[in-house]
Each structure stands twice: as structure tokens, then as C-alpha cells.
């Protein structure tokens, strides 16, 4: 079992930065792909970007490439999604997760929910207009 806990939310104005966090625990976190997903209200969860299994690679949906980074620290359990140049349209409650055998997940397959087996319970982020 793993525990995912997301951390850093908050208010913004367009046009600044948040530094999200997603800490891991309960099992080896270095071999778990991770992701970010983001959700509005009355919407269906989309994908933000993700990172392979070993952090060497990371991938982005195109809405935020080059804005969004992620980063990832596989001795201190802990993923990063550092957001700059935010648009009022990056409001959402913003998740992590986690997919197990992470080596054997394809760039494709990062960007769908089920291949996550585990969420976060989420944060808050408003970009102010």
C-alpha cells in the first residue's frame, strides 16, 4: 500500500508560481511511475504530466508544457510539480499518483487514470484573474 499526500496548494495570481508537493510512504516509492492529474469541478480529471519510475524522464499534456516541471526525489519519497507563468484556467484541486512496476508503464499509459493505483486526496489551486 502506498499513501500519497499533496501539499502547496493555494491562491495565485495569474501569472505567478506554486510549487506543489506529492510525499510518498508505505512501500518502495522508486518503483512507481507517478503523475500529476488535475480536476475542476463538474469536469472529468485530466492529466498534468508525470514522471517515469526512475524520475530520468518526464512528460507533459500539452496545456502546460514549458510552464509546468516535474521533479522527483526517490531517497526522500517526494515528487514536485512547479508551476509558473499560471493561467486562471490552471484552477483546479490538483492530484498525485502513483502506478506500481513503473518500468514497464509507456509514456501513453501515464497519461490515463487507470493505470494509477494510487491517488492523493488532492489541493487546491486558484489562479486569480
Known amino acids: 500500500q502506498v499513501q500519497l499526500v499533496e501539499s502547496g496548494g493555494g491562491l495565485v495570481q495569474a501569472g505567478g508560481s506554486l510549487r506543489l508537493s506529492c510525499a510518498a510512504s508505505?512501500?518502495?516509492?522508486?518503483?512507481?511511475?507517478m503523475g500529476w492529474f488535475r480536476q475542476i469541478v463538474g469536469k472529468e480529471r485530466e492529466y498534468v504530466g508525470a514522471?517515469?519510475?526512475?524520475?530520468?524522464?518526464?512528460y507533459y499534456a500539452d496545456s502546460v508544457k514549458d510552464r509546468f516541471t516535474i521533479s522527483r526525489d526517490i531517497a526522500k519519497n517526494t515528487m514536485w510539480l512547479q508551476m509558473n507563468s499560471l493561467k486562471h484556467e490552471d484552477t483546479a484541486v490538483y492530484y498525485c499518483?502513483?502506478?506500481?512496476?513503473?518500468?514497464?508503464?509507456?509514456?501513453?499509459?501515464?497519461?490515463?487514470?487507470?493505470?494509477?493505483?494510487?491517488w492523493g486526496q488532492g489541493t487546491q489551486v486558484t489562479v486569480s484573474s
Open positions: 499518483a502513483a502506478a506500481k512496476n513503473g518500468q514497464w508503464v509507456s509514456p501513453t499509459r501515464l497519461r490515463l487514470m487507470g493505470t494509477y493505483d494510487y
Open positions: 508505505g512501500r518502495t516509492f522508486s518503483t512507481y511511475a
Open positions: 514522471s517515469s519510475w526512475s524520475g530520468g524522464r518526464t
